[in-house]
């Protein structure tokens, strides 16, 4: 009876304290910057795109709403034909960013994107890429990678040693 | 003539009164519940959102009125004006100020018990027409309830009854000139504080409607206006508890004269209502059986006691 009369006159009380309302539309709740919210596709410091299609993010999707379809240049280099999200499937779970091996496909503090018709909520590679290097500046895979496609010479990587004569290592 | 049309002034202002505060009820608890757990509350709808009860109402008229099919369709219909029906004939009795009472009745206090006892019959034929579980077994702990605190909500305000000497409520308001009856009637109005709550099955005695358990109780099946009913005859309850603990034990309209009657009846009744609310925002709600106990074992007695001991003082003193 006693603690029921003093949780009233607590709550009573609280009439005074601090509101922790968050007013959303005028006033935006703060968003860590590794937040998972929308996915984006970023470049590397070229401008280039990062993604491979290596679909090991179509692969870990537990809701299967990503699709690509790769293709090369003619420098040999993978890029995706066509990189579809469906977003109204999207769970947000940010084990496509774990998946990516190339820093390409990213989850970024986002999460505005209602829309009144379903099928926009499919977002093509257009919508999907931007045109900055997302939370890993400077990093690009082929300036990394032993094959060449165009970016720089065979052996011209980072940590690349020159190439070598298979031939000339004879006995 | 004067006379005639100054009465059917007050029946109609008495009518439109109490149903605008009902639906004002909606803003203030859902803006007072906000202002006790440190939030904001409604605040979209005009300045500080007071227009939310407008927008609530028309969205309820502009919803799907659904009778489901497996109802026992006359009941259903019937059941939600059954409670609008008796608060308002209850609020006949009330005297907001002097001489403004649509019916000074000299039995005013019993038939208020009658007319809340007649509320029963709301839950009952809600729960039993819908032919659904849960709305049956909410029906059931509705009826027990209210039958059940209907016993000490009487005995409680017969202390009340014994110190006037009357039913009526305007001797009752008058005869607290010298001292409100809460203080020498200080258990009875404690007991009929809880009565009240339990009566108009409010939190924490909500339990005909609660969520946790019985979806939404005997009112399961209902949506549109007819759910809007039950929820306007649940703020018309809370208004009318308000308005009879006022008159009962805080003098009614009696108060210093800086301000006219109906201001002070006004005031101690949204005081009432206010802390309705708070007692939502604060209190858990009981187990059945604890309800039940508590109304038989504890309250009953104590009331019969207040009255015991409330009728020996006033033989002694006579």
Redesign the interface.
């Known amino acids: 009876m006693f603690s029921?009369l003093r949780?009233?006159w607590m709550?009573?009380l609280?009439?005074f304290?601090?509101?922790?309302?968050i007013?959303y539309p005028e006033q935006k709740a703060y968003l860590a910057p590794r937040w998972r919210g929308r996915i984006v596709l970023t470049r590397d410091p070229d401008g280039n795109e990062r993604c491979v299609a290596c679909n090991l993010c179509a692969a870990v999707c537990p809701t299967d709403c990503i699709s690509l379809q790769a293709t090369e240049d003619e420098n040999d280099r993978r890029y995706p034909d066509y990189f579809r999200i469906n977003f109204s499937r999207c769970i947000f779970c940010g084990l496509c960013e774990d998946a990516c091996p190339t820093y390409a496909i990213q989850l970024i503090p986002d999460f505005e994107m209602g829309e009144y018709n379903r099928q926009n909520l499919v977002y093509e590679k257009e919508d999907l890429l931007i045109s900055g290097m997302g939370k890993y500046h400077g990093y690009s895979y082929y300036e990394q990678a032993g094959v060449a496609v165009g970016v720089k010479p065979k052996g011209g990587g980072e940590n690349e040693l020159d190439p070598v004569d298979v031939r000339t290592l004879l006995p | 003539m004067n006379d005639t049309l100054f009465h059917i002034l007050i029946i109609v202002g008495v009518l439109l009164g109490s149903v605008t505060i009902a639906a004002g009820l909606i803003y203030v608890e859902r803006k007072m519940l906000a202002v006790w757990q440190q939030r904001k509350g409604p605040n979209r709808v005009g300045p500080f959102g007071i227009f939310q009860v407008l927008a609530d109402m028309v969205k309820i008229f502009f919803k799907e009125d659904w009778i489901p099919p497996f109802v026992d369709k006359k009941l259903f219909i019937v059941a939600p004006t059954i409670i609008m029906l008796t608060i308002l004939m209850s609020f006949a009795i009330i005297p907001f100020a002097p001489s403004w009472v649509v019916a000074d009745l000299n039995i005013g206090l019993l038939f208020v018990l009658a007319m809340s006892s007649l509320g029963a019959y709301t839950i009952i034929l809600a729960g039993w027409s819908s032919n659904n579980k849960y709305s049956l077994l909410g029906g059931v702990r509705g009826a027990a309830q209210m039958i059940s605190y209907e016993v000490f909500m009487g005995l409680s305000i017969m202390g009340v009854v014994i110190q006037t000497g009357s039913f009526r409520l305007t001797d009752i308001v008058e005869a607290q000139q010298n001292i409100w009856f809460v203080i020498p009637q200080f258990i009875g109005f404690i007991i009929f504080l809880i009565a009240g709550v339990a009566e108009t099955h409010r939190l924490p005695f909500d339990l005909p409607e609660a969520e946790s358990e019985l979806i939404a109780g005997f009112h399961s099946e209902y949506s549109g206006m007819k759910f809007g009913m039950f929820f306007v005859g649940e703020y018309l309850g809370i208004t009318l508890v308000s308005a009879l603990i006022t008159v009962l034990f805080f003098g009614g309209w009696l108060g210093p004269a800086f301000l006219p009657p109906i201001i002070w009846f006004l005031i101690k009744m949204f005081c009432f209502i206010l802390f309705f609310v708070l007692l939502r925002a604060t209190l858990p709600r009981p187990r059945y059986d604890q309800l039940m106990s508590y109304g038989w074992k504890l309250l009953l007695p104590l009331a019969l006691l207040n009255v015991l001991v409330t009728g020996a003082i006033v033989l002694l003193n006579a």
């Open positions: 029921s949780s009233l709550v009573f609280k009439m304290s601090k509101r922790v309302t007013e």
